[in-house]
């Protein structure tokens, strides 16, 4: 009786919690590719999606590690007094406090690895958005907008357009008919433009762009009292990476095809690039791209030939561009648009603004130190850290050769040799780690 107990017990097997919602409801392990996933295409089943993760930065309860922890916090919340859910902070409707947490998980760390533009959409957009209903309201747009293209635009509703549409329109009628601060009005510009831009709406973008650089011409000029540090830290940078960008992204002209069936209502313009089939594919060709751009910006003869390689650099970022806003942050896909800034600041400035080294130096810190934090991060799967160790070891490379007067090249120059002198330990046979033993005739 025992041994037939033993045969019936079942085999264990971690659930996964980010599959789409189809493959959910039929308790089965998803691929999650996107739009759709395999095992509903493959099945003709109607794949639903993925549903926003969510962060509970609104919830009493803290959890913490143990059991003993988890215990006294629940012990502290039924001491509290009856009225303490009264005292919390409102940030909106319940769908708007959905989205603020999908922005906060996802969303703003997407966009804040596009340069050094100090804490602009991790920090500074939601204190805004505490503060301003036009900043609220665009956030809550963008975040509507890139959920959509995470879960994949093939489920996403009409419902969901519409009131990512109305979010917009409501941040516009704010600034229109509200007296604003400068600061709030140049915050919620340069979100419009990062809207406008993942949709690949790219004339209301360069509206939204001019509007920014003329308030920060404003603040030059007027001298603001407030958000002077906001400015300089945030801000500035960031209307200079958004001109690069812009510039970057519109140097391919016109696009040659038109918009997929699916994406039609979402997309005003198609994504022109290669269909890379792997990181590594992508890898390859920005590699490619920067060693062509260092051996030109040498000479000032070549420049409808560097013209030519910012095109090839523009189809590759359309690419990746379109991995990036429908998947959730990724290491590889880090590591992989590290590669595209050291491309960018080797343009000169005219071309990418603030992406240039010539312009702004703290580019290439900032990628050094963006590739540091990659080398810390843990529990990767193996193809994944594969990615991430070629990524870095070419971006490391790149700065120490094309970026001598950097103030952070000795840095990558230690990290670099750190890399290789594992790579080394780990390559030597056992026969180096685990001498023969004192033979005679045999020297040790």
């Given at each position: 009786?025992?041994?037939?107990?033993?045969?019936?017990?079942?085999?264990?097997?971690?659930?996964?919690?980010?599959?789409?919602?189809?493959?959910?409801?039929?308790?089965?392990?998803?691929?999650?590719?996107?739009?759709?996933?395999?095992?509903?295409?493959?099945?003709?089943?109607?794949?639903?999606?993925?549903?926003?993760?969510?962060?509970?930065?609104?919830?009493?309860?803290?959890?913490?590690?143990?059991?003993?922890?988890?215990?006294?916090?629940?012990?502290?919340?039924?001491?509290?007094?009856?009225?303490?859910?009264?005292?919390?902070?409102?940030?909106?409707?319940?769908?708007?406090?959905?989205?603020?947490?999908?922005?906060?998980?996802?969303?703003?760390?997407?966009?804040?690895?596009?340069?050094?533009?100090?804490?602009?959409?991790?920090?500074?957009?939601?204190?805004?958005?505490?503060?301003?209903?036009?900043?609220?309201?665009?956030?809550?747009?963008?975040?509507?907008?890139?959920?959509?293209?995470?879960?994949?635009?093939?489920?996403?509703?009409?419902?969901?357009?519409?009131?990512?549409?109305?979010?917009?329109?409501?941040?516009?009628?704010?600034?229109?008919?509200?007296?604003?601060?400068?600061?709030?009005?140049?915050?919620?510009?340069?979100?419009?433009?990062?809207?406008?831009?993942?949709?690949?709406?790219?004339?209301?973008?360069?509206?939204?762009?001019?509007?920014?650089?003329?308030?920060?011409?404003?603040?030059?000029?007027?001298?603001?009292?407030?958000?002077?540090?906001?400015?300089?830290?945030?801000?500035?940078?960031?209307?200079?990476?958004?001109?690069?960008?812009?510039?970057?992204?519109?140097?391919?002209?016109?696009?040659?095809?038109?918009?997929?069936?699916?994406?039609?209502?979402?997309?005003?313009?198609?994504?022109?690039?290669?269909?890379?089939?792997?990181?590594?594919?992508a890898r390859i060709?920005?590699?490619?791209?920067?060693?062509?751009?260092a051996s030109l910006?040498?000479?000032?003869?070549?420049?409808?030939?560097?013209?030519?390689?910012?095109?090839?650099?523009?189809?590759?970022?359309?690419?990746?561009?379109?991995?990036?806003?429908?998947?959730?942050?990724?290491?590889?896909?880090?590591?992989?648009?590290?590669?595209?800034?050291?491309?960018?600041?080797?343009?000169?400035?005219?071309?990418?603004?603030?992406?240039?080294?010539?312009?702004?130096?703290?580019?290439?810190?900032?990628?050094?130190?963006?590739?540091?934090?990659?080398?810390?991060?843990?529990?990767?799967?193996?193809?994944?850290?594969?990615?991430?160790?070629?990524?870095?070891?070419?971006?490391?490379?790149?700065?120490?050769?094309?970026?001598?007067?950097?103030?952070?090249?000795?840095?990558?120059?230690?990290?670099?040799?750190?890399?290789?002198?594992?790579?080394?330990?780990?390559?030597?046979?056992?026969?180096?780690?685990?001498?023969?033993?004192?033979?005679?005739g045999i020297v040790?």
């Amino acid at each position: 009786m025992t041994s037939t107990i033993a045969l019936r017990q079942r085999s264990f097997s971690h659930k996964v919690r980010t599959g789409c919602l189809t493959c959910k409801k039929r308790r089965i392990k998803c691929d999650e590719r996107k739009p759709k996933c395999g095992n509903c295409t493959r099945g003709k089943h109607t794949c639903l999606g993925y549903e926003v993760s969510k962060a509970k930065i609104f919830s009493i309860e803290t959890t913490s590690e143990g059991d003993q922890t988890s215990r006294a916090s629940k012990q502290t919340v039924q001491k509290s007094p009856p009225n303490l859910a009264s005292i919390q902070p409102v940030f909106g409707t319940k769908e708007e406090t959905q989205y603020l947490e999908h922005w906060l998980l996802s969303t703003s760390a997407m966009l804040s690895h596009y340069g050094p533009m100090g804490d602009f959409y991790t920090v500074v957009v939601p204190q805004f958005a505490w503060q301003s209903p036009a900043v609220k309201h665009m956030l809550v747009a963008l975040s509507m907008t890139h959920a959509k293209f995470v879960r994949g635009v093939a489920s996403a509703s009409g419902e969901t357009k519409s009131q990512a549409l109305l979010h917009y329109v409501s941040a516009i009628t704010e600034i229109r008919l509200r007296k604003l601060s400068q600061l709030q009005v140049l915050v919620a510009a340069l979100l419009a433009w990062t809207l406008e831009m993942m949709q690949n709406n790219f004339d209301a973008a360069l509206v939204h762009l001019k509007a920014s650089v003329q308030l920060l011409q404003n603040y030059d000029s007027l001298q603001w009292r407030d958000g002077t540090r906001i400015v300089q830290e945030a801000l500035r940078p960031g209307c200079m990476l958004a001109e690069g960008l812009t510039a970057i992204v519109l140097r391919k002209g016109q696009a040659t095809k038109q918009v997929e069936p699916e994406y039609r209502d979402h997309l005003t313009l198609p994504f022109d690039g290669p269909c890379f089939t792997s990181m590594a594919e992508a890898r390859i060709e920005i590699c490619a791209i920067i060693e062509s751009i260092a051996s030109l910006t040498q000479s000032p003869a070549q420049k409808n030939t560097l013209e030519d390689i910012e095109v090839s650099l523009s189809h590759w970022l359309d690419s990746v561009r379109k991995w990036d806003q429908e998947s959730t942050p990724s290491a590889s896909l880090t590591g992989l648009i590290l590669l595209f800034h050291i491309a960018m600041a080797l343009l000169p400035e005219h071309d990418v603004a603030g992406f240039s080294y010539s312009a702004n130096p703290a580019m290439v810190d900032f990628v050094v130190e963006r590739a540091s934090i990659l080398l810390t991060i843990g529990n990767m799967r193996e193809e994944h850290k594969v990615d991430v160790m070629e990524s870095v070891q070419q971006v490391l490379g790149f700065v120490v050769r094309f970026f001598p007067k950097a103030s952070s090249r000795d840095e990558a120059q230690a990290m670099l040799q750190r890399l290789c002198a594992d790579e080394t330990e780990m390559s030597e046979p056992n026969i180096a780690r685990n001498p023969l033993p004192n033979l005679p005739g045999i020297v040790p």
